[in-house]
């Protein structure tokens, strides 16, 4: 039993702990906004027939103030699909996303979230990523990305969470942090986001405040903005490039947390840019899930969003990745399919073919071994079986991709495959 005298101390050290809620940003300058034109170019040109993609990108849009109404249009109109026709399938933070898409910037489409009682959705589904969790070995349905994206529709939009359970789930020594046994950059940031919004919730009154369990929400953020920092690259990119936007969110948000010297906000931003201009975000999620670090935003101001700003000057872009007319030649590969039993074959494809254009081939030559299935996601196709064997969350199972026995950082659908590649599928445990 805590002393009631120690009470006034710990608020003490916990109000120096936090002594502001300032936030650092670095966001690309006015003078460098055609930088983007990647980015915008590829979210103006989507056709977003995938649900999540079309949240994930509305979300970011609204934030940075991109006031396009054809492109919100038909983006809602996607989003709108997927909750009246799909909403038993959605997962949690399929959902989440939804719910800040249509609440952010508080347009008229956030009665849609009343009208729908997608709150009240929202908390069953996290009860119901909870219980897995109870009844598999700590293994929720989906992801702690997914649980950390819940937490934040529901701290952002007045749902119902316990924050003794929050401080609880979300101890940075839970193994739901880590993916393939390395420290997941993407998960702790959202987390990162989550866990902030709820301290800002308790601090300002807006929810019963436990001394403890804010306690412990701090220290939490506290070892995971320092998780992530540890994953900084020597460009300034924080685990992959893909991963370098969420972590800049959460580390916009967690500035007290960190010295002014442990980041060169600058020197990320600046490498985000160069890789923006090489054309690796060319996947509409994947530039929605950059755009809104880049221009200083965070997932957390969705309830502040300053209209008419950011109101950038969009000169329609001009495509950038020009694939060269397809070269006749063809390249060969290794291909293999690794169980405890490694199966092997050669395969000739043309030149810029990509991972999954392998696989086919390989599936033509011969159905029993190299036969597979996957699933549309928002990122490209994902693999869910090889040879009849399903990946499966319960226990951690997936197809891993590798080359050369290096995990890739692209999916099937994206990466492009070079002569005397040696690829792989891998039945592995996150
Ligand atoms: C959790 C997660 C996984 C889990 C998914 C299973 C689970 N338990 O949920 C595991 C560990 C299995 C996984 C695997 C892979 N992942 Co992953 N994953 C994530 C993460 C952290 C969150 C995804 C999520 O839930 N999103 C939110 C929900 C609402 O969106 P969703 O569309 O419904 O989510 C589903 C898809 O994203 C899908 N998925 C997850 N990863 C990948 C990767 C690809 C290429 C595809 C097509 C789909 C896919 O699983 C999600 C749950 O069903 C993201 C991070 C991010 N920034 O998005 C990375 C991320 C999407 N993954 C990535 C990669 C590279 C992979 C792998 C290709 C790694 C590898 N070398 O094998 C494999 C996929 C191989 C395959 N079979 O096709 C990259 C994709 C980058 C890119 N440009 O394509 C990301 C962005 C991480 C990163 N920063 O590099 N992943
Ligand atoms: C708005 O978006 C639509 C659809 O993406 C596009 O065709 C149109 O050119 C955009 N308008 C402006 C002014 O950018
Ligand atoms: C928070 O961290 C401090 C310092 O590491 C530690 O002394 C304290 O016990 C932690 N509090 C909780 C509630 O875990
Ligand atoms: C927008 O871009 C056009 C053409 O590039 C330029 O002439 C105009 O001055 C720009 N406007 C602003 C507000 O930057
Ligand atoms: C494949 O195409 C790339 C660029 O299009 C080229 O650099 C490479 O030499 C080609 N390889 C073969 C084997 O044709
Ligand atoms: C496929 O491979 C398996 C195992 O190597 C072999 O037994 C089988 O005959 C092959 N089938 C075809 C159609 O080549
Ligand atoms: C592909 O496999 C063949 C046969 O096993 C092997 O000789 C060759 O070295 C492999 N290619 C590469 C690039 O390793």
């Not at 809620?21 to 930088?35: D, N």
């Not at 983006?75 to 952010?104: F, P, T, W």
Request: with cysteine.
């Amino acid at each position: 039993m805590r002393q009631p005298h120690q009470l006034p101390l710990v608020g003490l050290l916990l109000f120096s702990l936090i002594p502001s809620q300032l936030c650092e940003t670095c966001e690309v300058s006015k003078e460098k906004y055609f930088c983007l034109n990647p980015l915008l170019s590829t979210i103006f040109k989507s056709k977003y027939t995938r649900g999540t993609e079309a949240a994930n990108t509305l979300l970011s849009i609204r934030l940075v103030g991109i006031q396009n109404q054809t492109l919100q249009q038909r983006l809602l109109q996607q989003v709108r699909y997927n909750v009246e026709r799909k909403e038993s399938d959605l997962s949690s933070g399929q959902l989440a996303l939804i719910i800040m898409a249509l609440g952010a910037c508080h347009t008229h489409d956030e009665n849609f979230i009343y009208d729908y009682h997608l709150i009240s959705q929202l908390e069953n589904k996290f009860q119901a990523e909870i219980e897995n969790m109870g009844a598999h070995d700590g293994n929720p349905l989906t992801n702690y990305y997914q649980l950390s994206l819940d937490v934040l529709a529901l701290c952002l939009f007045s749902g119902s969470y316990s924050t003794t359970k929050v401080a609880e789930l979300f101890s940075p020594e839970n193994k739901n942090y880590y993916l393939g046994g390395q420290f997941s950059v993407d998960t702790g940031a959202m987390a990162i986001l989550a866990l902030t919004c709820v301290k800002r919730s308790l601090m300002s009154g807006q929810i019963r405040a436990d001394e403890k369990d804010l306690e412990r929400i701090n220290n939490h953020t506290q070892s995971l903005v320092k998780k992530i920092l540890s994953e900084k690259k020597g460009k300034g990119l924080i685990g992959n490039a893909f991963s370098t936007g969420n972590a800049m969110q959460a580390l916009f948000v967690s500035s007290d947390y960190y010295q002014e010297s442990d980041w060169d906000c600058q020197q990320t931003l600046n490498t985000v840019l160069k890789e923006i201009s090489r054309g690796v975000f060319s996947i509409p999620i994947a530039a929605a899930q950059i755009l809104p670090a880049v221009m200083g935003k965070t997932y957390l101001d969705v309830n502040s969003c300053v209209s008419g700003s950011g109101n950038f000057n969009i000169s329609i872009p001009v495509p950038v990745t020009v694939t060269p007319p397809n070269s006749p030649l063809y390249i060969s590969v290794n291909y293999s399919v690794r169980i405890s039993e490694t199966y092997f074959t050669h395969v000739t494809v043309p030149n810029g073919s990509v991972f999954l254009d392998v696989m086919e081939e390989a599936q033509k030559q011969n159905k029993t071994v190299f036969g597979f299935t996957m699933e549309e996601s928002e990122w490209g196709p994902y693999i869910t079986s090889v040879q009849g064997l399903r990946a499966n969350n319960n226990d951690r199972t997936y197809w891993e991709l590798l080359s050369g026995g290096k995990p890739l950082s692209q999916g099937v659908g994206s990466y492009i495959v070079h002569e005397g590649d040696n690829l792989e599928v891998r039945w592995s445990k996150y």
